[in-house]
Nanobody
Framework: QAQLVESGGGLVQPGGSLRLSCAASGSIGFITTMGWYRQTPGNQRELVATITRGGERTNYADSVKGRFTISRDNAKNTVYLQMNSLKPEDTAVYYC??????????WGQGTQVTVST
């Protein structure tokens, strides 16, 4: 079955960097858009960044513009999120998302990112 496998989360100091990876596999269909979302306890899941299949368009939340960069490798069905200048308010569970023709939306299991001293 379709699966999104994430890696790269962890603990980092304010001002530090992390790189998240998410690889899609299985019967996930023809992927169009991939992206990252995040959620803290008691709050709604919010968009962080998305990217179209060919990288023609990217979309970022205002809170991460200039600090985060999304990219993808279609040969590997993988999306990345480079996170620089991390702030404590970036602390959240980060979820990989995949939009595909005939399969709709698929979510990863989530990976914890903690920004703290």
């Amino acid at each position: 079955q379709a699966q999104l496998v994430e890696s790269g989360g962890g603990l980092v100091q304010p001002g530090g960097s992390l790189r998240l990876s998410c690889a899609a596999s299985g019967s996930i269909g023809f992927i169009t858009t991939m992206g990252w979302y995040r959620q803290t306890p008691g709050n709604q899941r919010e968009l962080v960044a998305t990217i179209t299949r060919g990288g023609e368009r990217t979309n970022y939340a205002d809170s991460v513009k200039g600090r985060f960069t999304i990219s993808r490798d279609n040969a590997k069905n993988t999306v990345y999120l480079q996170m620089n200048s991390l702030k404590p308010e970036d602390t959240a569970v980060y979820y990989c998302n995949c939009q595909s023709l005939g399969r709709g939306t698929t979510w990863g299991q989530g990976t914890q990112v903690t920004v703290s001293t």
